[in-house]
């Protein structure tokens, strides 16, 4: 099992500028989440969902969308990239069975010029 | 709104050393608390989860506990080595979403 992955590793975009980061998990997951982590803020959740075809807001969901088409993907997408979103982004999933432990991919280093 | 603290921020201490890392949460109806270890430049590993139910688990040289009553959770490491250097965050929460603190950065020298 490759667990979650996350493409792509690094990203330079100019402001105003698109992008989508995908995440994928081969763990039949219901539940997947993306975070951003910043320094002195720790992660903070942006965006999750609860099954495919389901999305809800997290803690700082302004200026991010998301899917959730296939139950193994989660788009988080920036429509017109700020200097703010400059950030390290990841991606988390769980079962909804038993004790909800998060599973975390390798992170998306984003930086906005 | 629901917080987690970690303190210190950051700590050094000599291998071979027993040390603990401190986590306080707010929420009282916590459902689960969550140990990770972050390396610099990489994602995070889970380390270990604690149920509401549960008071302790054990991994390795690792054990976390939870204290409910006290918003508390300790991680206790034995026997420290250069290859725990790291840093190591708490969250906390459940299905819905995890409330993370901003980590202690722990230096093993040798």
């Known amino acids: 099992n490759a667990g979650v992955t996350q493409t792509p590793k690094f990203r330079v975009l100019k402001t105003g500028q698109s992008m989508t980061l995908l995440c994928a998990q081969d763990?039949?997951?219901?539940?997947m989440y993306w975070y951003r982590q910043d320094p002195g803020m720790g992660l903070r959740l942006i965006h999750y969902?609860?099954?495919?075809?389901?999305?809800a807001k997290g803690e700082v969901p302004d200026g991010y969308n998301v899917s959730r088409l296939k139950k193994q993907n989660f788009l988080l997408g920036l429509e017109s990239a700020a200097p703010s979103q400059t950030s390290v982004y990841f991606c988390?999933?769980?079962?909804?069975?038993?004790?909800?432990?998060?599973?975390f991919g390798p992170g998306t280093r984003l930086t906005v010029t | 709104k629901q917080e987690v603290t970690q303190i210190p921020a950051a700590l050094s201490v000599p291998e071979g050393e027993n040390l603990v890392l401190n986590c306080s949460f707010t929420?009282?109806?916590?459902?689960?608390l969550q140990w990770f270890r972050q390396d610099p430049g990489k994602g995070l590993t889970s380390l270990l989860l604690?149920?509401?139910?549960?008071r302790e688990q054990t991994s390795g040289r690792l054990n976390a506990s939870l204290d409910k009553s006290s918003g508390r959770s300790t991680l206790y490491i034995a026997a420290s080595q250069p290859g725990d250097s790291a840093t190591y965050l708490c969250?906390?929460?459940?299905?819905?979403?995890?409330?993370f603190g901003t980590g202690t950065r722990l230096l093993v020298s040798p």
């Open positions: 604690i149920q509401s139910s549960q």
């Open positions: 969902s609860v099954g495919e075809g389901t999305t």
């Open positions: 763990m039949n997951h219901e539940y």
């Open positions: 929420d009282s109806a916590i459902y689960n």
């Open positions: 988390a999933s769980t079962d909804s069975v038993d004790s909800y432990e998060q599973y």
């Open positions: 969250a906390e929460g459940g299905f819905q979403k995890l409330v």
